[in-house]
């Protein structure tokens, strides 16, 4: 069974801070690593994706990868109220089951005004 | 593009009835895949068709479900009889050939409540 762990908050963090979300996997095979947004009632939407090690930058969000500890993170800088959202990570795993994308339960973050 | 579109968006039903969930994926995405969203166990993965062919069913609960996509551009998620713990909301998402970089786009979702 390939899992995707992730911490299911809430994690509460004051505007202008950092949030720093985490992620594990149990597939060491894995390609590639995505982290969807997903407000309440609304579907996912993708925010980032990574493939190497080592960080990505893209505005205020960097994604992290360390394929040796099979761990991926999201971080927020300069949080905003808006950044308060439900933040899913997805897994593209190795061999047969490549087409599709393996999921977390997602961590619910509240930005505080 | 309009993007993944699902149908309805709401869906009221009493148990034992017929529901039948519709998608129309992205033009020119060959992947579909059905999930299911839930509080307790998050966005599950039902089945998944690769160029109109189911690939992995693995995720459909039980035999209720059923799942078919008759042409590249329509998809039907069935379950018959329903029941009310297969409330939940579900998603049709559509993907072009896998690359590293591949992303699913998702639909709007179906909410079910079976009373």
């Known amino acids: 069974q390939k899992e995707v762990e992730q911490n299911s908050g809430p994690l509460s963090v004051p505007e202008g801070a950092i949030a720093s979300l985490n992620c594990t996997y149990s597939?060491?095979?894995?390609?590639?690593f995505f982290w969807y947004r997903q407000y309440s009632g609304k579907s996912p939407e993708l925010i980032m994706f990574i493939y190497s090690n080592g960080d990505k930058e893209d505005g205020r969000f960097t994604a992290q990868l360390n394929k040796a500890s099979q761990y991926v993170s999201l971080l927020i800088r300069d949080s905003q109220p808006s950044d308060s959202a439900t933040y899913l990570c997805?897994?593209?795993?190795?061999?047969?089951?490549?087409?599709?994308?393996?999921f977390g339960k997602g961590t619910k973050l509240s930005v505080i005004p | 593009d309009a993007g993944v579109i699902q149908s309805p968006r709401h869906e009221v039903t009493e148990m034992g009835q017929e529901v039948t969930l519709r998608c129309k994926p992205i033009s020119g995405h060959n992947s579909l895949f059905w999930y299911r969203q839930t509080m307790m166990r998050g966005l599950e993965l039902l089945i998944y068709?690769?160029?109109?062919?189911?690939?992995?069913d693995s995720g459909m609960p039980e035999d209720r479900f059923s799942a078919k996509m008759p042409n590249a551009s329509f998809s039907t998620l069935k379950i018959q009889p329903s029941e009310p713990r297969d409330s939940a909301v579900y998603f049709c998402a559509s993907s072009s050939p896998p690359v590293l970089n591949t992303e699913a786009f998702f639909g709007q979702g179906t909410r079910l409540t079976v009373v």
């Open positions: 597939d060491r095979g894995s390609q590639s």
């Open positions: 068709f690769n160029n109109n062919v189911p690939i992995d």
């Open positions: 997805a897994v593209r795993p190795s061999g047969a089951g490549s087409y599709q994308l393996t």
